[in-house]
């Protein structure tokens, strides 16, 4: 099997394992809540209502377009893919087809699939001269699975 171009990126760090999941989630939690009691008192801006288009037709998604999609989208590969993305990317001609057809049933319906709604969160140093002890220098960064990145 070819797929030397396709790497998961490993996106923790040894710094990171010095904090627990429950430390950066209780941190990340405790500054959006500062953040938004700074703002409290802040008046709500008056945006004026207006009127904007809605996507009422569209050109469904063809096998050949979701085939090019595959074939150009970065090889990375997030814990909640089923599959190796270099596998889905050799798979292309089988899976394109079926792909086209979700794709397009999830525009005409609405519908996004549920588990394409799912997002690993992880902290990354904001730069890589900060020091990795304080919390206050990682931001969380969310990793989307292949196809609800493709769709």
Same mark, same amino acid.
């Given at each position: 099997?070819?797929?030397?171009?396709?790497?998961?990126?490993? !996106?923790?760090?040894?710094?990171?394992?010095?904090?627990?999941?429950?430390?950066?989630?209780?941190?990340?939690?405790?500054?959006? &809540?500062?953040?938004?009691?700074?703002?409290?008192?802040?008046?709500?801006?008056?945006?004026?209502?207006?009127?904007?288009?809605?996507?009422?037709?569209?050109?469904?998604?063809?096998?050949?377009?979701?085939?090019?999609?595959?074939?150009?989208?970065?090889?990375?590969?997030?814990?909640?893919?089923?599959?190796?993305?270099?596998?889905?990317?050799?798979?292309?001609?089988?899976?394109?087809?079926?792909? @086209?057809?979700?794709?397009?049933?999830?525009? !005409?319906?609405?519908?996004?699939?549920?588990?394409?709604?799912?997002?690993?969160?992880?902290?990354?140093?904001?730069?890589?001269?900060?020091? &990795? @002890?304080?919390?206050?220098?990682?931001?969380?960064?969310?990793?989307?699975?292949?196809?609800?990145?493709?769709?």
């Amino acid at each position: 099997m070819k797929h030397s171009s396709c790497s998961f990126r490993e !996106t923790r760090s040894e710094d990171i394992d010095a904090h627990t999941a429950d430390e950066f989630a209780a941190f990340f939690r405790d500054t959006v &809540a500062s953040v938004r009691a700074a703002c409290a008192s802040t008046p709500l801006n008056d945006v004026p209502y207006r009127t904007t288009p809605t996507l009422e037709l569209f050109a469904p998604v063809t096998v050949k377009e979701v085939d090019r999609l595959i074939v150009s989208a970065s090889c990375k590969t997030c814990q909640l893919d089923p599959v190796p993305t270099w596998l889905v990317k050799e798979m292309r001609p089988l899976i394109s087809p079926f792909l @086209s057809l979700l794709f397009n049933k999830s525009l !005409t319906s609405g519908l996004f699939p549920t588990d394409f709604k799912n997002a690993v969160v992880c902290p990354l140093l904001k730069n890589e001269w900060l020091g &990795a @002890s304080q919390l206050k220098n990682y931001r969380p960064v969310s990793n989307l699975s292949f196809l609800s990145k493709l769709l």
